[in-house]
């Protein structure tokens, strides 16, 4: 029905910049909250930033002042802007939304994940 595909994790040096991009794609009416989500090994998956279908956003303590989320609602795409990252950011990062498709079924959805690793 609907899915959420991440992209554009790699491999930064520490200090450096990535930006990740996840699109919905599918039977969607309209998507309301999307968030970024991520989890290192051995860790819980945790909630980095998230923006409502109006803008309003939130971030994690430990990302506030180095990662931006945005969203483009036309294309149904959120981003994470992610600037001076250090080695604790290394996690696999998954995009979250909750949707509305067009059978009018609410509900959350996850994507598959991309791996950011951060050099040191």
């Known amino acids: 029905q609907v899915q959420l595909v991440e992209s554009g994790g790699g491999l930064v040096q520490p200090g450096g910049s990535l930006r990740l991009s996840c699109a919905a794609s599918?039977?969607?009416?309209?998507?309301?909250?999307m968030g970024w989500y991520r989890q290192a090994p051995g860790k819980q998956r945790e909630l980095v930033a998230s923006?409502?279908?109006?803008?309003?956003?939130k971030y994690a303590d430990s990302v506030k002042g180095r990662f931006t989320i945005s969203r483009d609602n036309a294309k149904n795409m959120v981003y994470l802007q992610m600037n001076s990252l250090k080695p604790e950011d290394m996690a696999a990062y998954y995009c979250?939304?909750?949707?509305?498709?067009?059978?009018?079924?609410?509900?959350?959805?996850w994507g598959q994940g991309t791996q950011v690793t951060v050099a040191s």
């Open positions: 979250r939304a909750q949707m509305l498709t067009t059978a009018w079924v609410l509900g959350g959805y």
């Open positions: 599918g039977s969607i009416r309209s998507i309301n909250d």
């Open positions: 923006i409502t279908s109006g803008g309003s956003t």
